[in-house]
């Protein structure tokens, strides 16, 4: 069985701070995907990111970037200098399978991140 | 940008109403999920379908809803009929063939007030 845990439900920060929102998830396909996607206030879910088990890089955009640790189950995110904008819930995902048998997201329950002036 | 249009955007109905939500996935994409977001259940998948064919449908109530794909063009949700607990936001989402570094792309959702 797949499962995706996001420990901090509320996080809270100051502008310019930088935060870090966890994902620890479990499966036992050796082929998998990991994503992050963003829900602002106005409730549309925007993809951020996606990375397949084979690549353990870390990925940096911008002010994101996200760690992938496949020794510990974890695919975190961490904004750096956070902005009033970045205020969202923040939810990590998991889908097993590649190409054309990858299937169904399964998603954890969400950060909600406040980024305050 | 290429996007997912869900509609309506809003819908407000009485108890026992059959109400229908209608997706249009991206040209091209071969796969379309429906996601119901409730605060108490987060996001559930209800059903997904893979080159029009339903794939997995095992998180929808039987009874009252149905998924369809009529053509590659829209995919349908229906609830017959409809329920105050089914007050939620239903998001579809579509996704392309094959390997892709672009992740499944979401609809801005139908937000259902079952009263």
């Known amino acids: 069985a797949q499962k995706v845990t996001q420990a901090q439900t509320e996080i809270s920060v100051v502008e310019k701070e930088d935060v870090t929102l966890d994902c620890v998830y479990e499966t036992r396909d050796t082929t998998y995907y990991l994503f992050w996607y963003k829900q602002p206030p106005s409730g549309e879910l925007v993809f951020l990111i996606r990375r397949n088990s084979f690549d353990e890089q870390n990925e940096i955009s911008g002010r994101y970037s996200w760690n992938f640790q496949k020794s510990t189950s974890s695919f975190n995110f961490t904004i750096t200098a956070s902005q009033v904008v970045d205020s969202a819930v923040y939810f990590c995902a998991l889908s097993v399978g590649r190409g054309s048998t990858l299937g169904r997201l399964y998603f954890g329950r969400g950060t909600q991140l406040t980024v305050w002036p | 940008d290429a996007r997912v249009t869900q509609t309506p955007r809003d819908k407000v109905t009485e108890m026992g109403q059959e109400v229908t939500m209608r997706c249009q996935p991206i040209l091209g994409h071969n796969t379309v999920f429906w996601y119901r977001q409730t605060m108490m259940q987060g996001l559930e998948l209800l059903a997904y379908?893979?080159?029009?064919?339903?794939?997995?449908d095992s998180g929808m109530p039987k009874d009252r809803f149905s998924a369809e794909m009529p053509d590659a063009t829209l995919a349908t949700l229906k609830i017959q009929p409809s329920e105050p607990r089914d007050s939620a936001v239903y998001f579809c989402?579509?996704?392309?063939?094959?390997?892709?570094?672009?992740?499944?792309?979401f609809g801005s959702g139908t937000r259902l007030t079952v009263v």
């Open positions: 989402a579509s996704g392309p063939a094959g390997d892709s570094s672009y992740g499944y792309t």
């Open positions: 379908f893979r080159n029009r064919a339903p794939l997995d």
